[in-house]
């Protein structure tokens, strides 16, 4: 429980320090100069470095270990939040973003190393919809929270008071935080129960970077085609984490703080489909024996209900539009089980470097969403092609789970 609890905060961290500038965005906007074009690329700029380090992120978790890796990674995020407090302009909003994506890129290839190595194959996916819940449980719950923060303290304190508690955090996890056979607290017959059921991880000799690997890794259809899927499911929560608020506001026509309240329902939707995409997978193959049948069907839902967002675009009431809003945060939800499948997938050497390229991939939509979006925005002066934009990009992914992922299973990596 101590190494799940801890691997939530850090994720709730995690992506709360990401997208604190969504929420920073309609006050720092006005007092910054930035437009709708410009803020879609600063919305952009994390997720550059975020996907240009996950591969050498991965490769630094397979050489130091979960424990390191993730103290150093939680240190450098937090004092990169901090410092956007301080943002004077673009350039300097663009560098701390930037230094931000380098730092959390471990985060999630770490949160899978742990998993393999922590939990039997037939509790990880309910492993994993716990921890991941703090990727929205932070604006799910505190979203009023923060409102209030900008409105009272103004942006820049939002950013101060994230990045301190980030620090803290990190001190906490150096501390508590050891592998299974170095803990105190776990005895042989749990370690065995572990082992039986896939865990403990790799126990060989650290495999080195070599960028082959990163090709041998692509041509197994499995982890192709997660890829894909999680490429499409980031696309809907990328849309959450930067241009929600802004949505909201604009589009919509709502008052800032009752933008904080609303903007509440559709993070409890995913949290609930988290959770939900979770147990129903361990619930299918305990009941049937199928990896395959247990990991891609609540994933392949979940995408399928993420492409209703575009539903928004049809109707004028703001309660129905975060109803359908919710429904397919709901649904993006269900695909974060991607890094349970993922984790199965893996070869047991590799599993850093696995989660690297597959983070990669899926933090493209980081890239390209946010531009997109803002390029829509400013063209159109509407949010009706971004909505557009986000469905059809669901659908894709449900169409890569169904022709490309295939049978989930470990695969094999072997050196030349």
């Known amino acids: 429980m101590t190494v799940l609890a801890l691997i939530s905060v850090g994720t709730m961290l995690n992506y709360l320090d990401r997208a604190v500038l969504g929420v920073a965005a309609p006050s720092m906007t006005q007092e910054l100069g930035l437009d709708a074009v410009v803020m879609g690329i600063v919305f952009s700029a994390f997720s550059w470095t975020y996907a240009a380090a996950q591969i050498p992120g991965g490769a630094f978790l397979d050489r130091v270990g979960a424990r390191l890796a993730y103290f150093w990674s939680v240190s450098i995020w937090s004092l990169f939040t901090l410092l956007q407090g301080f943002a004077a302009g673009l350039a300097s909003l663009l560098t701390f973003r930037l230094g931000l994506g380098v730092a959390e890129a471990p985060c999630f290839p770490s949160n899978s190393r742990i998993l393999s190595t922590w939990f039997p194959q037939q509790e990880r996916a309910r492993a994993t919809g716990v921890y991941s819940i703090g990727q929205y449980f932070g604006l799910a719950f505190l979203s009023p929270v923060l409102f209030f923060v900008v409105q009272t303290m103004g942006w820049r304190a939002l950013f101060i008071i994230a990045g301190l508690a ?7 996890w150096l501390r508590l935080y050891r592998e299974p056979h170095e803990s105190k607290s776990v005895n042989q017959a749990e370690l ?48 959450f984490l930067t241009w929600f608020p802004t949505y909201l506001a604009t589009e919509r026509q709502m008052e800032f703080l009752k933008v904080g309240f609303y903007a509440v329902l559709p993070f409890i939707a995913a949290s609930i489909g988290v959770l939900s995409g979770g147990w129903i997978s361990d619930m299918i193959i305990k009941k049937t024996g199928s990896a395959t049948l247990g990991r891609k069907l609540p994933i392949l ?16 009431s703001n309660d129905v539009v975060i109803a359908i809003l919710s429904v397919a945060f709901f649904g993006q939800g269900m695909v974060n089980l991607g890094w349970t ?26 890239i390209v969403t946010p531009i997109v979006i803002g390029v829509i925005v400013g063209s159109t002066g509407s949010f009706f092609g971004a909505l557009a934009y986000i469905g059809v990009i669901a659908a894709i992914g449900a169409l890569s789970y169904i022709f490309i992922v295939g049978e989930v299973r470990r695969v094999e990596v072997h050196e030349d």
């Open 301 to 316: 839902t979940g995408l399928l209900l993420a492409s209703t967002i575009v539903g928004a675009n049809f109707v004028d």
């Open 341 to 366: 499948l993922i984790t199965d997938v893996a070869p047991k050497n590799l599993i850093g470097l696995t989660g690297g390229v597959f983070n990669l991939c899926a933090n493209l939509a980081g």
């Open 192 to 239: 065995d129960y572990i082992e039986a059921g896939g865990g403990l991880g790799y126990k060989g000799p650290a495999t080195p970077f070599a960028w082959r690997n990163i090709g041998k890794l692509l041509r197994h259809r499995q982890i192709l085609g997660a890829s894909i899927g999680q490429f499409a499911g980031n696309s809907t929560l990328v849309f």
């Open 166 to 172: 980030g620090i803290v955090f990190a001190g906490i």
